[in-house]
């Protein structure tokens, strides 16, 4: 990665900045399940888990210039960071009458050991010195959640959908710096710190779908939260906050023929910060660059617009528009001063994207499907944020292409292929070159479908890069990321499997909000 940026300092001063980091990992996955039906009931468990540990030597080598003066310096980084957690699933399911109404108890549990430590040393050129940190950052993460919810069926082909659901989070977070001084450790007190997060959800929702004659069906849903949130950081007074909110949804569909179908959608949702985002922990990644939590933090909510038309049911054409208020987006804030830049998750004021879909899949020889989906759109950003006093727009009319080829060579061997490419864009501040991308994998099953191997070559040209470019009020800067994503992989899937064998969607992962926060 490198970085070129200017302070506004008298006189100028620019900084270049050259990182590099290299990512050894290695990740295992657990998963065990099974469902025991007894009479009009199923039992169902699954047990999930992920155990990943990475080592991540990085080096920075910065320079700046300032009035003819060059100091020279070399960040070096030894990160040891280990993950481990299992998700425990239940599932409880009963068939209450003939036309399918059914109702079902979910319950998740989910518990993350999060392990990260980093040793760094900064060597300044010109004077000659040398200063060693050392960091610890112990995570510990408890999610639960438990959904009740009735399925009913109506003789007139209607449904109702009615349930409730409760989620429950902890995060005990812990970051530790040691100053190290001819070998010896000290805390430092001053950038250490500590948080202890609990959120709790309760949501009550509805949906209603029917027909309306024999061409038009609806669906109707309601949905409310209400949200509890007690933050605690160091040795401070325990801050709460309590919110509700509702988000309504509807959809009607009309067929105006066989060959012809359309459909209009409303949504309201909403999107809650990363855990990690909600701190102000301070990670340093070199003495001009850390980044920095925010624990101003408010959720993001979206109102979600689309106007779709299907033709021959294979055919996708639609018509969409996205508001989201409050998006939150990673901003940088630069310090003259200080020649620092802090990279800090903020709210803006919202973000607009309009525009039309296309999805045409090709299946008209038997060894050969393909699937292209394409994208016009313009993205804007208006934002005003605690840093920035004067409201500031970023826009760009977007193109996105992209496709998945599968070739079925013989039997059940198969070679799939597939690529996407996007025109320049922008996101909250930045604004982002185009990016091009095409992978590939050839697979084959076994032993009656239960043993699946895959072998897979991802970003075959290795063209995946990303330019960054900010130029706001005292900001002018070019940051490029080079990614080594071309990568080759092996998977091997055995199932075991015994007894009656059901497409039911078993687990319904009721917990994927939180643990995608994590």
Do not use: C
Not at 107 to 125: D, H, L, M, Q
Not at 189 to 210: M, Q, R
Not at 444 to 465: A, G, I, M, P
């Amino acid at each position: 990665m490198t970085t070129i940026k200017d302070f506004n300092t008298n006189p100028l001063t620019s900084l270049n900045q050259s990182a590099e980091a290299i990512i050894d990992s290695d990740e295992h996955f657990l998963r065990f399940g099974g469902d025991y039906y007894f009479g009009k009931n199923i039992l169902g468990v699954l047990l999930v888990g992920s155990f990943y540990k990475e080592d991540i030597p990085q080096a920075s080598h910065i320079i700046i210039n300032q009035n003819d003066t060059e100091i020279t310096s070399i960040t070096r980084n030894q990160s040891n960071n280990k993950r481990d957690d299992l998700t425990l699933s239940l599932n409880y399911f009963r068939s209450i009458d003939t036309i399918g109404s059914n109702v079902s108890i979910d319950y998740e549990a989910s518990k993350y050991k999060i392990r990260n430590s980093s040793n760094f040393s900064t060597e300044f050129i010109e004077d000659q010195s040398t200063n060693f940190l050392k960091s610890n950052n112990p995570n510990d993460a408890n999610i639960s959640s438990i959904q009740v919810e009735l399925n009913k069926n109506f003789s007139d082909n209607s449904t109702l959908i009615s349930g409730y659901k409760y989620g429950r989070t902890k995060i005990d977070n812990v970051l530790d710096f040691y100053q190290i001084d001819n070998g010896i450790e000290e805390i430092n007190v001053d950038l250490s710190n500590s948080l202890v997060y609990k959120e709790y959800i309760h949501a009550f929702y509805s949906e209603y779908s029917g027909k309306l004659g024999t061409k038009t069906t609806y669906r109707l849903g309601i949905r409310l939260e209400d949200t509890k949130i007690s933050r605690q950081q160091s040795n401070t007074i325990e801050v709460e906050d309590n919110y509700l909110d509702y988000f309504p949804s509807l959809s009607i569909s009309y067929n105006m023929s066989n060959k012809h179908q359309l459909g209009f959608s409303y949504s309201r949702k909403i999107s809650r910060p990363q855990y990690n985002d909600l701190n102000s922990f301070v990670y340093y990644v070199d003495p001009y660059t850390f980044i920095k939590g925010n624990p101003d933090l408010r959720p993001q909510y979206g109102n979600h617009f689309n106007i779709d038309y299907i033709l021959k049911k294979r055919y996708y054409f639609s018509l969409f528009f996205n508001n989201v208020n409050d998006v939150f987006l990673q901003t940088p804030i630069q310090n003259d001063e200080t020649i620092t830049t802090s990279l800090q998750v903020d709210n803006l004021d919202y973000s607009n994207q309009y525009g039309l879909a296309l999805s045409i899949p090709f299946n008209k020889l038997k060894w050969w499907n393909m699937n292209t989906s394409v994208l016009f759109y313009k993205k804007e950003f208006k934002y005003k944020t605690s840093n920035i006093s004067n409201e500031i727009s970023n826009s760009r009319n977007v193109f996105e292409f992209s496709q998945s080829n599968t070739f079925t060579l013989f039997g059940n061997l198969f070679f799939d292929i597939s690529g996407y490419y996007v025109t320049p864009f922008v996101e909250g501040v930045y604004k982002k070159n185009e990016l091009l991308s095409v992978s590939t994998s050839l697979r084959k099953s076994f032993l009656n479908d239960r043993l699946n191997l895959k072998l897979s070559l991802s970003d075959v040209f290795n063209s995946y890069e990303i330019i960054k470019r900010v130029n706001l009020i005292n900001q002018n800067s070019v940051i490029t990321q080079n990614f080594d994503t071309k990568r080759l992989s092996f998977s091997a899937i055995y199932s075991f499997m015994s007894g009656k064998k059901t497409k039911r969607k078993r687990i319904k992962n009721i917990s994927n909000d939180s643990r995608r926060r994590i």
